[in-house]
């Protein structure tokens, strides 16, 4: 365990923030927001959201889908954190500042976890937020107990990749969050199907993200896309990695590829992949309902079950004395998917 007396990490704000509390940070490379939901005594489970996006705009829709919220809540106190500068409201970082690496990012999720005391963690991430939490598990591997990684990125951008990076720099910081930037980081986020198109409107909840990318601080954006870019391929590390990992990843994400590619690097007793249909990057947000019975059989691994309200749920296990022992296993880590690769629709595993 890593020590727990970190002097540069101290608590300056707390604020009652859309049911959840509100702390911001003080780390070595800059202030983090954290905003806690739920009983501090339970398990931690910790987000990180995709560039441009906060626990708002990446994670809202997974916790709005009730039975998901029921089973992450049930049994976990959720951390959502946020990029610096992400969180609403954020003010422009200062140019002064260096723009942290992803190492600097990885480490400051360990000093926030080390300012609350936290132990072992389950991580939930999405794209570049589910790179950091990998770095952060291969850095501090006895600082994460599972991972939950949503389209995530593992290798060094491609050159399509590194191409549409550029452009979409190029427009922070000529023309901070323009209309062009915006289809950019749509286009990364969500499939065809609800961003729509001159027949048929956005759906809602790309409407909500383009109010939210309104409040962005586009140097704040710009400094966490340079850290991205600027990644290295985490693969010799993967097949080293040992805790149990659940890979969602939609048919239509620009990083789909990505996430086939890190399944195969990662050791298989620990993971497992479910493919989403017609679904883009942010499954938690497209599809959520699309994750519950994946998580629920994943988090069954760990001894943890829904509320005894949802045991009537089809999808809900009764208790973890009525699981089949080998749903238990670390060969299945509690997924009764094969194989590895699975694709589900938005009701149910195929």
Not at 4 to 26: N, P
Not at 95 to 124: H, K, T, W
Not at 175 to 200: D, P, Q, W
Request: hydrophobic letters at 40%; glycine letters at 6%; one cysteine or more.
């Amino acid at each position: 365990m890593a020590d727990l007396s970190v002097d540069s990490v101290c608590l300056d704000v707390e604020t009652i923030y859309l049911g959840g509390k509100e702390h911001i940070v003080r780390t070595g490379t800059g202030s983090v927001s954290v905003i806690i939901y739920g009983d501090p005594e339970k398990p931690a489970l910790i987000t990180y959201p995709d560039l441009a996006l906060n626990h708002v705009s990446c994670f809202q829709g997974l916790f709005f889908c009730p039975e998901a919220a029921a089973l992450l809540l049930h049994n976990f106190c959720v951390y959502h954190i946020s990029p610096p500068g992400h969180e609403l409201g954020a003010a422009a970082i200062s140019e002064g500042f260096p723009v942290p690496s992803v190492d600097d990012l990885a480490d400051q999720i360990l000093e926030v976890l080390n300012y609350f005391r936290l132990g072992a963690v389950m991580c939930m991430g999405v794209m570049a937020g589910a790179y950091i939490l990998t770095l952060f598990a291969m850095k501090y591997r006895e600082r994460v107990v599972g991972l939950i990684l949503v389209s995530p990125l593992c290798k060094a951008p491609s050159w399509t990749e590194w191409l549409c990076n550029k452009v979409m720099s190029n427009l922070l910081y000529y023309y901070g969050m323009c209309g062009l930037l915006k289809e950019c980081l749509l286009y990364r986020y969500y499939s065809k199907e609800v961003r729509g198109n001159a027949e048929v409107p956005e759906s809602d909840i790309v409407q909500a993200c383009r109010r939210l990318l309104d409040e962005r601080q586009s140097a704040n954006v710009l400094r966490f896309l340079q850290a991205i870019d600027r990644r290295a391929d985490l693969s010799d590390g993967l097949r080293k990695l040992k805790c149990r990992t659940l890979i969602f990843v939609g048919d239509s994400s620009p990083f789909h590829s990505e996430s086939l590619d890190m399944i195969a690097k990662l050791d298989k007793r620990y993971s497992a992949l479910v493919e989403v249909l017609d679904c883009g990057s942010i499954v938690t947000e497209e599809q959520p309902q699309a994750m519950l019975t994946s998580m629920e059989y994943f988090l069954m691994g760990y001894g943890l079950h829904m509320p005894s309200q949802y045991s009537g749920s089809p999808r809900s296990p009764l208790s973890p004395t009525c699981i089949a022992p080998e749903l238990l296993s670390p060969e299945s880590m509690g997924l009764k998917l094969k194989p590895i690769k699975t694709r589900v629709t938005s009701q149910r595993l195929h």
